[in-house]
């Protein structure tokens, strides 16, 4: 287990470069970092008590450890705020600075090894921040700024939140790390939820792990629900290899069009032009009319074919929306008739979602299993006398 960005830090932090250059290039600016650094800093004296490491050794200790697995040169500095009774922490990263609040009885009901776990976490949160030229730090920024906006749109929701929890994810790991083993992260995390003073690692994991088996998700809020990360941390430290795609198809899953966020989005963009693309590289299926119905969906040469890469797995929204994708194609010129409905059934079936286009086809044109399939069989000649009769 170690402490690296997961694949979908990368691509967000792509997709928003990409997207949304101007916001990236002002989060990414000194301005406004040292304007947020100093609203942080009168915050946490407004609100918090400061616990210095003369009589808190334990919790300066624990970040000593920290910095030294992270290689983190940073000022860390703990404050106990001032209300709360759930057992808690955060991280307020500034330049240089990791300032951790701790709310609850958070000193009273963790032990040495448990506190390493808290503070690994937060200070893993830190080093996320800091790496590269801060790119994670103004992607999660960027997406909190616009996540709470009023009317953003659903894709950036989407990602805020997974972008988020896939955060919580590395921070475990990073709890994890800096305590020495899964057990003390468990133990902090069930803590957490339940205030309990003590707590057994390996019963909370076998709870966890039946929780998963009836089909839990990850949930919908900043963090993974408590069961899911622990899940993730016990199955992950079994099998290395396999933990980040664990990560991935519980906290991302499938592409959906129910929950797409920007990077699934992006993706299916590019599926939905080499679609469009294969359709219109066949001259028979390629009018005027058809052209400039395509032209509609995207600026650019649409007929510039790219390699056709669908989601994996293909949900069964997406296979629908690419099957009316196709369906539209297919019926904007009423002069290409069957042969257009029979080329692009082919091309839906070639690419793995024929059954999903017939279903389609079938609701929307009102034919019959038996005529579709007829129509299928009729398709090589209704091609051959097409080409025959050329251009009209």
């Given at each position: 287990?170690?402490?690296?960005?997961?694949?979908?830090?990368?691509?967000?932090?792509?997709?928003?470069?990409?997207?949304?250059?101007?916001?990236?290039?002002?989060?990414?600016?000194?301005?406004?970092?040292?304007?947020?650094?100093?609203?942080?800093?009168?915050?946490l004296l407004k609100?918090?008590?400061?616990?210095?490491?003369?009589?808190?050794?334990?919790?300066?200790?624990?970040?000593?450890?920290?910095?030294?697995?992270?290689?983190?040169?940073?000022?860390?500095?703990?404050?106990?705020?001032?209300?709360?009774?759930?057992?808690?922490?955060?991280?307020?990263?500034?330049?240089?600075?990791?300032?951790?609040?701790?709310s609850g009885p958070?000193?009273?009901?963790?032990?040495?090894?448990?506190?390493?776990?808290?503070?690994?976490?937060?200070?893993?949160?830190?080093?996320?921040?800091?790496?590269?030229?801060?790119?994670?730090?103004?992607?999660?920024?960027?997406?909190?700024?616009?996540?709470?906006?009023?009317?953003?749109?659903?894709?950036?929701?989407?990602?805020?939140?997974?972008?988020?929890?896939?955060?919580?994810?590395?921070?475990?790991?990073?709890?994890?790390?800096?305590?020495?083993?899964?057990?003390?992260?468990?133990?902090?995390?069930?803590?957490?939820?339940?205030?309990?003073?003590?707590?057994?690692?390996?019963?909370?994991?076998?709870?966890?792990?039946?929780?998963?088996?009836?089909?839990?998700?990850?949930?919908?809020?900043?963090?993974?629900?408590?069961?899911?990360?622990?899940?993730?941390?016990?199955?992950?430290?079994?099998?290395?290899?396999?933990?980040?795609?664990?990560?991935?198809?519980?906290?991302?899953?499938?592409?959906?069009?129910?929950?797409?966020?920007?990077?699934?989005?992006?993706?299916?963009?590019?599926?939905?032009?080499?679609?469009?693309?294969?359709?219109?590289?066949?001259?028979?299926?390629?009018?005027?009319?058809?052209?400039?119905?395509?032209?509609?969906?995207?600026?650019?040469?649409?007929?510039?074919?790219?390699?056709?890469?669908?989601?994996?797995?293909?949900?069964?929204?997406?296979?629908?929306?690419?099957?009316?994708?196709?369906?539209?194609?297919?019926?904007?010129?009423?002069?290409?008739?069957?042969?257009?409905?029979?080329?692009?059934?082919?091309?839906?079936?070639?690419?793995?979602?024929?059954?999903?286009f017939e279903a389609?086809?079938?609701?929307?044109?009102?034919?019959?299993?038996?005529?579709?399939?007829?129509?299928?069989?009729?398709?090589?000649?209704?091609?051959?006398?097409?080409?025959?009769?050329?251009?009209?």
């Amino acid at each position: 287990m170690t402490l690296e960005p997961l694949s979908y830090h990368h691509e967000v932090v792509a997709a928003l470069r990409r997207e949304e250059p101007g916001l990236w290039e002002w989060f990414a600016s000194d301005e406004v970092e040292e304007a947020f650094a100093e609203r942080v800093r009168l915050d946490l004296l407004k609100s918090t008590v400061r616990l210095g490491r003369g009589q808190h050794g334990a919790l300066h200790e624990a970040a000593d450890a920290a910095k030294a697995a992270f290689d983190l040169d940073v000022d860390v500095r703990f404050y106990q705020a001032a209300a709360g009774v759930e057992i808690n922490a955060g991280l307020c990263h500034l330049p240089g600075e990791a300032h951790v609040v701790l709310s609850g009885p958070v000193l009273d009901k963790l032990d040495a090894l448990e506190l390493r776990a808290l503070v690994g976490h937060e200070l893993a949160h830190q080093k996320l921040l800091t790496l590269g030229d801060g790119e994670h730090r103004i992607a999660q920024q960027l997406l909190r700024s616009i996540a709470d906006h009023h009317g953003a749109a659903p894709s950036y929701l989407f990602t805020a939140q997974r972008l988020e929890q896939m955060t919580e994810v590395v921070a475990d790991r990073g709890g994890c790390l800096v305590a020495g083993d899964v057990a003390p992260m468990v133990r902090c995390l069930a803590k957490t939820i339940s205030g309990l003073t003590t707590v057994d690692a390996e019963s909370y994991a076998a709870q966890a792990a039946d929780v998963m088996r009836q089909g839990a998700d990850a949930g919908e809020g900043t963090h993974p629900e408590t069961f899911a990360r622990v899940h993730l941390l016990v199955e992950g430290a079994r099998a290395p290899a396999q933990a980040d795609a664990l990560v991935d198809a519980l906290i991302r899953g499938p592409i959906r069009m129910d929950a797409l966020d920007l990077v699934g989005q992006l993706a299916l963009v590019a599926t939905t032009r080499a679609l469009i693309g294969v359709c219109l590289a066949e001259p028979l299926l390629a009018t005027e009319r058809v052209r400039a119905h395509a032209a509609e969906f995207f600026e650019g040469d649409v007929s510039e074919q790219g390699p056709v890469v669908l989601p994996d797995p293909l949900h069964e929204s997406v296979a629908e929306y690419l099957a009316y994708v196709l369906l539209d194609l297919a019926t904007v010129d009423p002069d290409t008739g069957d042969l257009a409905i029979g080329l692009v059934d082919r091309v839906a079936t070639e690419h793995g979602f024929g059954n999903a286009f017939e279903a389609v086809a079938r609701k929307e044109l009102r034919r019959s299993k038996k005529a579709v399939a007829e129509l299928r069989a009729q398709l090589p000649s209704l091609e051959e006398r097409a080409r025959a009769q050329g251009p009209s």
